[in-house]
């Protein structure tokens, strides 16, 4: 996953609160903690907690202007989990960033049209891209909507998309400011236009996010944590000595070494099975598309590239430098070959590249 990268701020709004004081919303990614005012409470979210905005005590989640909220005419994207609860007879803001003579950006749940929508504005307020949810239509009350809107600044568009459907957009008419203003979820800073609703698993960031990443980040409904932006570990890594860097995608399975993995580079797309070696892994790189099967060496292990691996690799003594594109079942009872070591796949014979 890239979830990441370009990420300046990620809350998950987890936070127990009575709505009795108030309790700040901490920034999973970053230092952008966000002040509660109003004491805004907890409800139940899309996962664990969400904030609880009700619009009749005017609460919501701020934190002051900085480098990394601040937009402009640059590429950003806003994500979060929003479910109404009521719609009352003015819009409600759900997030956004601007103040008096500072407006950036809004998105807003607007009375008028019964659609969400998003826009960028000029400093002093004039909106310069609107865009309406209309592939969703008008929102329920009490059901969670995935809302995702960005600016993209080369195509200079405006988009806006729900629950990973059809994205809706329409082209800017000028570009988007970065001012001073504070950023704010649930309470807009001039006229106020309070939020009655729940949000839940909000993050901004600094670049446009990819019809994939808005997929994961959806999740099937399910929605997805900031903890499970890591690539995922099923299974253990057993290692007794240094483990200095560690990549790992998803693995099911195990990886056991005796010895030190200092240095070495472990990535994994997917591992069904397990990797043992009996000596170090130092200085090495080790990259596993696909593996289902094991691994067994007794030595060290330099380097190793597999591809896709349905069966094992039995080796007595090293494989340093060797980079194994594999395409289906290989076993190895001695050591390669100098002239096999860099393409198996193609040098050496059948046996070898896994063909009976």
Same mark, same amino acid.
């Given at each position: ?22 309790? &700040? ?18 409800? %139940? ?19 002051? @202007?900085?480098?990394? *909220?601040? &937009? ?5 994207? +806003?994500?979060?989990?929003?479910? #109404? ?5 003015? *819009? ?10 500072? +407006?950036? +950006?809004? *998105? ?11 826009? #960028? ?13 209309? @592939? ?10 995935? =809302? ?16 990973? !459907? ?25 006229? !106020?236009?309070?939020?009655?609703? =729940? ?5 901004? +960031? ?39 860097? @560690?990549?790992?995608? =998803?693995?099911?399975?195990? #990886? ?29 790189? %080790? ?7 094991? #691994? ?61």
């Amino acid at each position: 996953m890239t979830l990441k990268t370009g990420l300046e701020a990620y809350w998950k709004l987890d936070e127990d609160s009575d709505g009795s004081g108030s309790v &700040t919303r901490v920034d999973s990614h970053g230092s952008n903690n966000l002040t509660d005012v109003n004491t805004t409470p907890s409800g %139940t979210g899309i996962l664990g907690n969400g904030a609880d905005f009700e619009s009749g005590n005017s609460e919501y989640l701020t934190i002051n @202007d900085s480098v990394s *909220l601040s &937009t402009g005419d640059i590429d950003f994207t +806003w994500a979060g989990w929003v479910k #109404i609860e009521s719609k009352p007879g003015t *819009l409600m803001h759900i997030a956004g960033k601007g103040g008096t003579d500072q +407006w950036e +950006w809004e *998105l807003e749940w607007n009375n008028t049209v019964d659609r969400f929508r998003f826009y #960028i504005l000029t400093l002093a307020g004039v909106q310069k891209g609107i865009v309406d949810a209309d @592939d969703l239509g008008a929102p329920s009350l009490a059901t969670w909507y995935y =809302i995702v809107v960005w600016h993209d600044a080369t195509a200079n568009k405006v988009y806006i998309q729900v629950n990973n !459907g059809t994205v809706d957009e329409t082209a800017t008419t000028g570009v988007s400011a970065d001012g001073t203003g504070t950023f704010r979820i649930g309470y807009r800073s001039d006229n !106020g236009f309070p939020l009655d609703a =729940i949000v839940d698993e909000s993050g901004f +960031w600094k670049k446009v996010l990819t019809a994939g990443e808005r997929g994961q980040l959806y999740n099937a409904g399910n929605g997805r944590s900031y903890d499970s932006f890591e690539p995922s570990f099923a299974g253990s890594i057993t290692n007794t000595g240094a483990l200095v860097r @560690d990549t790992r995608k =998803i693995i099911a399975g195990s #990886i056991t070494n005796t010895g030190a993995l200092a240095a070495a580079a472990l990535f994994f797309q997917t591992l069904a099975g397990s990797i043992t070696n009996s000596g170090t892994l130092s200085t090495a790189t %080790t990259f596993v598309r696909a593996l289902a099967g094991s #691994i067994t060496n007794t030595g060290s292990l330099g380097r190793t590239t597999l591809k896709v691996l349905a069966g094992s690799i039995t080796n007595t003594g090293a494989l340093t430098t060797v980079k194994a594109v594999l395409q289906k079942f290989y076993t190895w009872t001695t050591s390669f070959r100098a002239s096999d070591r860099e393409d198996p796949y193609h040098a050496g014979s059948d046996e070898k590249r896994g063909r009976a």
